[in-house]
């Protein structure tokens, strides 16, 4: 799969707070019917009723996604769609940029992103992303990297691995 202007998207995904957005998915419960009403009738020492039936509904169904969003207009509308559709998606691949171009060790963007400061070290030792870093040097050396760098390749190819990431992918792609 194509980068995608992969580069630019990593830019600081991984740096930014996530936005919770509701996917474009709808509700797929129903209201179910009501039931029906019973009747009693009565002689002298009985009594026998019928019940009611219980009722059955549909739920809703949701539109949106990748074919919203290659619908929505301009490529830059697309990708903005892309990016509120499937915001887990836009972070997971964030973080496959971090790690790949910049806490790997061969990583290009290593030798900034991975410090020996608390403050500013992007790659915790567990492997996981510092999300709370502030490191602009990181986010820098992450935009200058063309889109054919190798770490930018791996960091797609881990991206096609992950259910998150991987519909983000698949919506940009309808953007082009």
Do not use: W
């Given at each position: 799969?194509?980068?995608?202007?992969?580069?630019?998207i990593?830019?600081?995904v991984?740096?930014?707070?996530a936005c919770?957005v509701?996917?474009?998915?709808?509700?797929t419960s129903?209201?179910?019917?009501?039931?029906?009403s019973?009747?009693?009738?009565?002689t002298?020492s009985?009594?026998?009723?019928?019940?009611g039936?219980g009722?059955?509904?549909?739920?809703?169904?949701?539109?949106?996604?990748a074919?919203?969003?290659?619908?929505?207009?301009?490529?830059?509308?697309?990708?903005?769609c892309?990016?509120e559709?499937?915001?887990?998606?836009?972070?997971?691949?964030?973080?496959?940029?971090?790690?790949?171009c910049?806490?790997?060790?061969?990583?290009?963007?290593?030798?900034?992103c991975d410090?020996?400061d608390?403050?500013s070290?992007?790659c915790n030792d567990?492997?996981?992303?510092?999300?709370e870093?502030?490191n602009?040097?990181?986010?820098?050396?992450?935009?200058r990297?063309?889109?054919?760098?190798?770490?930018?390749?791996?960091?797609?190819?881990?991206?096609?691995?992950?259910?998150?990431c991987?519909?983000?992918?698949?919506?940009?792609g309808?953007?082009?």
């Amino acid at each position: 799969m194509k980068a995608f202007g992969f580069a630019a998207i990593l830019i600081s995904v991984g740096m930014m707070a996530a936005c919770t957005v509701k996917s474009g998915d709808g509700d797929t419960s129903g209201d179910g019917g009501s039931g029906g009403s019973g009747s009693t009738t009565s002689t002298s020492s009985t009594s026998t009723g019928e019940g009611g039936s219980g009722g059955t509904g549909e739920g809703g169904s949701g539109t949106g996604g990748a074919e919203e969003c290659s619908d929505s207009g301009t490529e830059d509308e697309c990708l903005d769609c892309c990016d509120e559709t499937y915001a887990e998606g836009l972070d997971a691949l964030g973080v496959h940029g971090f790690q790949q171009c910049g806490c790997a060790a061969d990583a290009s963007c290593a030798s900034v992103c991975d410090t020996t400061d608390a403050t500013s070290d992007v790659c915790n030792d567990d492997g996981s992303i510092n999300m709370e870093a502030n490191n602009p040097d990181c986010v820098e050396c992450l935009n200058r990297l063309a889109d054919d760098d190798a770490c930018i390749e791996a960091a797609a190819a881990a991206c096609e691995d992950d259910a998150t990431c991987l519909p983000y992918l698949e919506c940009l792609g309808t953007c082009q």
